[in-house]
């Protein structure tokens, strides 16, 4: 690189309070290429590009844009400068029309007055463009707090286009999106690095960093660690470069690992590592020995015939020190399911007895009375007080337990209470009377589960625990899993990433439409088993091919992403497509999918709302 | 598991990070800004008016501060609740227990556990009746308390025709105003006795610490086990109780009673809250900076009065106008919110 | 530069969506209306209870006489409307009103020639204050309802200084135009109505208008489409400062007299009238014009009170009670409403 770079961020310093989300990091990239920002949960590069994009000021450091310097006041001068982004929290107004939230900021005027016409000649054509991607229709006029998750994102990409950008950033911005919505972007992605556009590119997804991306910088700890040209790098490397050295337990980081291990010829480095972190806890405790024993033993959990909102008929069993887990595609019913277990969802029907005597909890505190704990499926949102101390986080459920007469507590019994747990699932505090919000992803996720130990829990409900959190401590989570098992509670774990399931159950119920549609055990738990069973049962259906596009469901869409990676095998891999594939492939694909597609939303989506009022009620 | 403990990125782990220096923090904190402000205003006065500094004046000073500081308990539990919560009936509801109280206590002791039990009583109606539309109708707290005022004022006109009668017992006199224990009187043993309470409420029972945790994220508290609803209905019924206790100490200040007795304490009592470090989003503060609120606004109040800023040609009017201002100032100290730009 | 070739596919005109998103976009106009549609109710039934109640309703004098009352309480809900759209409350509005009419009374002292002068000082007067609210809410980020409750107090006291007593005298010329009646049934007082309401949809048709909704439904959303957030909060208090002043001087003329205590009853009347019009406290949905029906609702209810017979000492209560409930109605159909949209929140939200 001897002519300066169109982009250059050079010694780009920023302190949260005590925690140091960039030490000094540089990055340069070029117009006309799509550059991926790679690192582990908390390796600053969200943060570095919310510099650029002006929305964070840093401590120090200087950001240059064709050797201009670029010193934001916030992201109206960065927009000037024909920057724009796509965040992870998007900045869409959900009381909007999608139209009015395309041309929010930039409204073309007409004698001081908005001029809706020209709003529209301005923003229809990306929504055209995109069409596709919202099931063949153009939602100008919907209000965006009516669409999905995928489609709202498709929405804000759009808001970043219609804005022009030179620089355009996407932070994951493929997360929540389904694979036909991926396509749509990744063609344009393809027209706009054509016309010049420099596209910045940060994914969990390293088949899609494969399928777009000429470069990719490597970020760790706040620094950038090294810049490389993605065709001369193997996968493998990639990761061992973000995950600091070949360590064993560097699988892919979120539901990575599904999607990209099946991409053909690319995976075999990371296959190679993948069988990770999670498999060894349990062989540490000897699972086959475990299962042996936990099938002499009578259930502890026993499910007939369970119906409710999205639930249809469930039966189920679980023995002490047995780890269930819930597979099949996205939003079948397993959020459902567990919420309804732990009496935050209503049941219509059926039973459910816990050690042979019938219960029936109407909110989580009658379950937790029975002996049963929830780790939710979002920590910020669902599992913690986040400007709480991490002492009251984990005292929360037990609290009344420990107290004198049930009303005078004892901080000094509350911290050891704490401690004892801390030191049991091995988290990193600075002080207990910290706020929760200080520590990492990892450790807060264990604060999540942990707290729950004082209660001495008969069942354990896990609503995808390991979500979000990077490898290494995704490792230590089932630890703390296999530990509950091993104690002699049964475990049930719903889980997006089916690598997971096979790696830390001992049995796996697969679900589908709110149904459990099959059994997978022993020998036949692997993943290839679970991707089938779980596409089995759509083709019984004769519904064809369009049904496994579940990125509607869960209560978290997050999750929905993480999930879409399993069910699409190889076929229909990004890998295969992305870069190379013409807009006609994808638009036959999109024709078969469109109406089954759209049918499917409408009945997830509401659940989902209700799964939260529930929560809040 | 010694294998899966293990943290791949272990040798490159930031660093724990670092609580700030204790310097740092306590100059931090509102309860030490406000409380400094206390005391420089107490200081302020103490030099214009010596007198001021009397133990007299001091007493008086605190028995003044008590009331609003024993209404703004309810306030207190309120706003940390979360949810938007905020209770503007207090006022009217001091009032109101004020009011029953004093007709039936009519000036003798006979009546006094009775009068207080039913305006106590007529408290509680009013905070179950918030308490129900903030949880079961989703009024937002502000409208649904904001209501509740022309309500509870109707139901004092309808129940007094314009006219409050009777008046306070003596015994309820001598709490207030009388002398009883080491020179202080009995009020301020009541607040101290109180606050201790709330203090320990708080910070030692599980309620107060499932009051900030359902403040701070209700849907987390939800899923722990914690009766959201319930811990919420209590912040609102402890918020009338304390109002009407508050109204009753002021009904033995007063002596008798009048249709505005206890509205000033309306706004005041959110003020004295936010002041000493509550922040309305929920889930932070708590009572002692409720109390140096409560004085700050009490000893602000009092040394605008003996300046003799208000009063003569202006009226009220420069006091008010300064009150005003400080309050902006001491809020601008620390009760900002965050800014848009990290 | 970057927009793609333009394919009018058919999907491209709006209208023929498929049965899916057609109902759910009923369904979403529908939940969006709810409100508008409890308030018109609501309107229609206090309207039919007034006429029966009321057998002169209709008459020329009785109808100016309503809409000169209905104004001012209208008026300030309209002010306090811009405010709580844009995410903030002003809860010294009342104070402002009262500032800004006892400037203007003493500045006109009852002489036509000084109307003009004093109307522009009201009016100025309004504004600055409601500068000072947006840049101690804006600039110093202090939460708006202690704030403005700080501020109002400054108000309030310059209101009492400007205007010790309640009294002064109005210019002629502004309290009989006031009261007259335009081509027999037409009442000053309604047309004014109605050019505040046309004044309001001028302004959502401007960018501000659209940038005040988007401020008040997501402050930070709003801050990274380059919508200049502070300048919105500001200019929502400025706006909402300047329409009180106009209440103040509605006042005014409607009662010949300013009155500096006023304040914190014109206040919380104002959150009443906006909150029963269908505004969602927490900002970013609603509009002036519900809380300027909200606010004639409030107005017929305090007359049918009256007029239906209730005993003196009764009707304060009667009256809080009817509010209370319209309040809870309007609550409940406003907050379902957010509720549905909080949920659709929490779930877009990942961990990130």
């Not at chain 1, 450091?61 to 916030?74: A, K, M, N």
């Not at chain 1, 020998?523 to 496994?548: C, K, Q």
């Not at chain 2, 709330?198 to 359902?214: K, M």
């Not at chain 3, 009321?54 to 300030?76: E, H």
Request: aromatic share 6%.
């Amino acid at each position: 690189m001897d002519t300066p770079p169109f982009l250059r961020m050079s010694g780009v310093r920023k302190r949260y309070g005590g925690v140091t989300a960039l030490a000094g990091a540089d990055f340069g990239a070029e117009a006309g290429s799509v550059h991926a920002v790679l690192g582990p949960n908390g390796s600053g590069k969200s943060t570095l590009l919310k510099v650029l994009t002006g929305v964070v000021r840093p401590d120090a450091g200087e950001v240059l844009l064709e050797d201009r310097r670029l010193r934001p006041r916030g992201p109206r001068d960065t927009l000037a400068a024909g920057v724009s982004a796509v965040y992870q929290e998007l900045s869409l107004i959900e009381d909007f029309s999608v139209l009015d939230n395309l041309v929010l900021g930039v409204e073309p005027t007409r004698f001081g007055l908005r001029d809706r016409r020209a709003a529209r000649e301005r923003a229809l054509p990306w929504l055209e463009r995109f069409a596709p991607a919202f099931g063949g229709r153009v939602p100008a006029e919907e209000r965006v707090g009516d669409l999905d998750p995928g489609e709202r994102q498709v929405a804000e990409i759009c808001k970043a286009l219609v804005r022009d950008p030179r620089v355009l950033v996407l932070d994951e911005a493929t997360a929540s999106l389904r694979r036909a919505q991926v396509r749509v972007l990744f063609d344009v992605v393809a027209e706009l690095r054509e016309r010049g556009v420099l596209i910045l590119f940060i994914t969990h997804r390293l088949a899609e960093i494969r399928a777009v991306c000429d470069f990719a910088t490597i970020m760790r700890n706040g620094r950038d660690v090294t810049t490389v040209a993605v065709d001369e790098t193997a996968e493998g490397e990639l990761v061992e470069l973000m995950s600091g050295g070949p360590a064993p337990a560097a699988a892919h980081p979120g539901g990575a690992a599904a999607g990209a291990a099946e991409t053909p010829g690319s995976g075999a480095a990371v296959e190679a590592a993948a069988p990770g972190a999670a498999a060894s806890a349990r062989s540490a405790l000897d699972g086959a020995d475990r299962a042996d024993q936990a099938h002499e033993t009578a259930p502890l959990l026993e499910v007939e015939e369970l119906t409710g909102d999205r639930l249809d008929h469930v039966s189920l069993q679980v023995r002490p020190g047995e780890v269930l887990g819930l597979g099949g595609l996205q939003g079948q019913g397993q959020s459902e399911l567990l919420a309804t277990l732990f009496g935050a969802r209503r049941r219509l029907g059926g039973s459910v007895r816990l050690f042979g005597r019938a219960i029936r909890p109407r909110s989580p505190k009658q379950a937790v009375r029975e002996g049963i704990a929830y780790v939710p499926g979002n920590r910020g949102l669902q599992g913690l007080a986040l400007g709480r101390p991490i002492l009251e986080n984990f005292a929360l459920p037990s609290v009344g337990r420990r107290a004198t007469l049930g009303v005078a507590l004892s901080k000094r019994r509350e911290a050891a209470a704490a401690r004892a747990v801390a030191e049991r699932i091995g988290t990193r505090y600075g002080s207990l009377d910290d706020p929760v919000s200080t520590l990492s992803g990892g450790n807060q996720q264990k604060i999540v589960v942990g707290k729950w130990f004082p209660t001495e829990p008969a069942v354990v409900l896990m609503d995808d625990p390991a979500k979000g959190i990077d490898v290494g401590a995704k490792a230590e989570m089932f630890a703390v899993v296999a530990e509950l098992a091993a104690s002699g509670a049964a475990v049930v774990l719903g889980s997006s990433d089916d690598r997971e399931l096979v790696e830390v159950c001992d049995r796996v119920l697969v679900l589908f439409e709110g149904r459990i549609v099959d059994e997978v055990a022993g020998d036949r738990l692997t993943e290839d088993t679970l991707i089938a069973s779980a596409m089995h049962v759509t083709d019984a259906n004769g519904a064809g091919r369009p049904v496994p596009e579940p990125g509607e469901g869960g209560p978290t869409p997050q999750a929905g992403a993480d999930g879409d990676a399993d069910p699409d095998g190889p076929p229909r891999d990004p890998g295969a497509t992305g870069r190379s594939a013409g807009a006609d492939d994808s638009n036959a694909a999109r024709g078969a999918e469109s109406p089954a597609g759209r049918a499917e939303p409408g009945p997830a989506r509401r659940a989902q709302a209700s799964t939260d009022n529930g929560g809040a009620a | 598991m010694s294998v899966s403990t293990a943290e791949p990125g272990a040798p490159e782990q930031p660093p724990a990070p670092t609580r700030p220096p204790l310097l740092h923090r306590l100059v931090r904190d509102p309860v030490v800004i406000s409380g400094s402000v206390a005391v420089l205003l107490w200081g302020v006065a103490a030099l214009v008016s010596p007198s001021f500094a009397d133990w007299n004046q001091l007493v008086t000073l605190m028995t003044v501060a008590s009331f609003l500081g024993v209404i703004s308990i309810g306030q207190t539990l309120v706003i940390i609740a979360g949810g938007e919560g905020i209770d503007l009936s207090v006022g009217a509801t001091a009032t109101l227990s004020a009011i029953v109280a004093s007709r039936f206590m009519d000036g003798t002791n006979d009546g006094f556990l009775g009068a207080v039990l039913l305006a106590l009583g007529a408290c509680c109606v009013v905070g179950v009746v918030n308490a129900v539309g903030v949880l079961a109708f989703r009024v937002p707290p502000l409208v649904m308390t904001l209501g509740m005022i022309a309500v509870v004022t109707g139901f004092i006109r309808l129940y007094t025709g314009g006219r409050p009668e009777g008046s306070a017992a003596p015994l309820l006199r001598t709490l207030v105003a009388g002398d009883t224990v080491a020179g202080i009187p009995g009020v301020l043993w009541l607040w101290l006795g109180l606050s201790v309470l709330v203090v320990w409420l708080l910070r030692r029972s599980p309620f107060g610490w499932r009051l900030y945790a359902v403040g701070a994220n209700r849907t987390t508290a939800y899923l722990s086990g914690v009766n959201t609803a319930a811990v919420k209905f209590s912040a609102y019924v402890l918020s009338s109780l304390f109002a009407g206790v508050g109204g009753l100490l002021l009904l033995g200040y007063s002596q008798n009673v009048y249709t505005s007795l206890g509205t000033d304490y309306m706004l005041n009592s959110v003020a004295a809250a936010v002041i000493g470090g509550t922040a309305l989003i929920g889930g932070v503060g708590g009572y002692l900076g409720t109390v140096i609120g409560a004085i700050l606004l009490t000893v602000l109040d009092s040394l605008l009065r003996i300046m003799q800023i208000g009063g003569g040609e202006w009226g009220d009017a420069p006091r008010q106008i300064i009150y005003g201002l400080v309050l902006v100032t001491v809020l601008t100290a620390y009760g900002r919110q965050k800014r848009l730009r990290q | 530069m970057s927009t793609p070739a333009p394919t009018r596919s058919p999907a491209a005109s709006p209208a023929p969506t498929p049965p899916g998103p057609v109902a759910q976009a009923a369904q979403s106009v529908m939940s969006a209306r709810m409100p508008t549609l409890a308030v018109t109710a609501l309107l229609v039934i206090t309207l039919a209870a007034s006429i029966v109640l009321q057998p002169d309703f209709f008459s020329a004098y009785s109808l100016s006489a309503s809409f000169a009352t209905i104004l001012p309480v209208a008026t300030i809900a309209a002010a306090q409307t811009i405010i709580v759209l844009g995410g903030g409350i002003d809860l010294s509005i009342g104070t402002i009103v009262t500032l800004a009419s006892a400037v203007s009374v003493v500045l006109m002292d009852g002489d036509n020639s000084r109307l003009p002068l004093a109307l522009a000082a009201g009016l100025a007067t309004g504004a600055a204050c409601g500068l000072v609210n947006g840049l101690v809410v804006a600039g110093l980020r202090l939460q708006p309802i202690v704030a403005t409750f700080a501020t109002s107090s400054v108000f309030g006291g310059l209101a009492l200084l400007v205007l010790p007593q309640p009294g002064g005298t109005a210019s002629p010329v502004l309290t009989q135009g006031f009261g007259m009646v335009l081509a027999i049934y037409i009442p000053v007082p309604a047309v004014l109505l109605l050019a505040l309401w046309l004044a309001w949809r001028l302004l959502r048709r401007h960018r501000f208008g659209q940038y005040l909704y988007a401020v008040g439904g997501n402050a930070d959303a709003a801050y990274t489409s380059a919508v200049p957030v502070s300048a919105v909060r500001v200019f929502s208090y400025v706006a909402g400062g300047t329409v009180a002043a106009l209440a103040g001087i509605a006042l005014l003329a409607d009662s010949g007299a300013g009155d500096p205590t006023l304040g914190t009853e014109l206040t919380l009347g104002s959150i009443a009238a906006l909150v029963i019009g269908g505004t969602r406290l927490r900002g970013g949905s609603g509009g002036v014009g519900g809380a300027l029906v909200g606010a004639i609702v409030l107005s017929l209810i305090q007359g049918l009170v009256f007029f239906a017979g209730v005993p003196t000492d009764a009707r304060e209560f009667v009256y809080g009670c009817i509010i209370i409930v319209a309040i809870a109605l309007a609550g409940l159909l406003t907050s379902r409403n957010g509720t549905r949209r909080t949920a659709a929140a929490r779930g877009k939200a990942g961990t990130a």
